[in-house]
């Protein structure tokens, strides 16, 4: 069975609604939530994913996931068997529901591990490089996350999930990403209880210390609850989006490499391979002399100091 990926449908909207939201901001007092070259540059980098998606879609879709399928759910006596001994999934309504649980529990943890491994994070951080945040942002994906991304996900159709189902998954969790990146949706009540809302991925997108690295969840918010990842927004905290290390041009060559580069330059500053190594898949921030600490350090270091301070008063 084929199915055509929601994103075919979902492109054409993506600018239709970047410019409708371009358009009304400059009416609203939110006149400075797009800039004419970070928009250029989050289109630019948006189009070449765009393409790059395409052309390796028929190497993920087919290649990858399909051959995975293939060789843990042989056809036996004529029925599609997993080799664990269970009938491979069909396409009834429930299983559709169940595969995007799995998409989004996967999602989750490929979205944590682009900010907890450097070499993830170096092609990651594409998206998080703009300091504003706006449904054009939404678009600045960086090209290289494609390449690995497909391995957090072999896990799906190796258990009986067909892979075109998981593709479509696929699709309808990038366009709720994509919707998510607006300042003009407020707190949803009890919808916050269960999603992946539009005030909870500006904390993602925040470089302030006590919302970064949280709420890597796709639409739903309980995978950050349960492994210890989620925050909520704070109306008294202003937030500040980007990077703390943004790349220094609006040039999306520059954008798309500028923390390989950084990598490259820091592995330079130790001779033990220990070190060289833990610059590239380290969580970043790693340093071996503590000339930058990582978030996790950087909170210890003041939870201690606090602690110091009261057992003074």
Known sequence: MDFTNPLVYGTPCFLALILLELSYSK???????????DLFSSLSIGLGSAILAALLK?????????TVYELFNPIVDGVRTNIMGWQSFSYAWYVWILCQLADDFSYYWFHRQNHMVRFFWAA???????DNFNLGTAVRNGWFTLFYKPLFYLWIPAIGFPP???????GIESLWQFQLHTKYVPKLGFLEKIFNTHTMH????????????????????????????????DDNIEIEF???TPPDSYNVWNILMHEYVNIWEDT????KFKDKFMYVFGPPGWSHDGSSKTVKQIRKEMREQAIAVTDKI
């Open 27 to 37: 009416h609203t007092e939110k006149k400075d939530l797009y800039h004419w070259k």
């Open 58 to 66: 028929t190497v993920t879709a087919i290649l990858v996931f399909t």
């Open 124 to 130: 990651h951080i594409v998206h998080h490089s703009s």
């Open 164 to 170: 075109e189902m998981l593709m479509v998954c696929l």
């Open 202 to 233: 500006q904390v993602h997108h925040s470089k302030n210390l006590e919302y970064m690295d949280k709420n890597h969840g796709g639409f739903l918010n309980c995978f950050d609850k349960m492994f210890g990842t989620w925050k909520e927004l």
């Open 242 to 244: 980007g990077v703390t």
């Open 268 to 271: 330079k500053k130790s001779p």
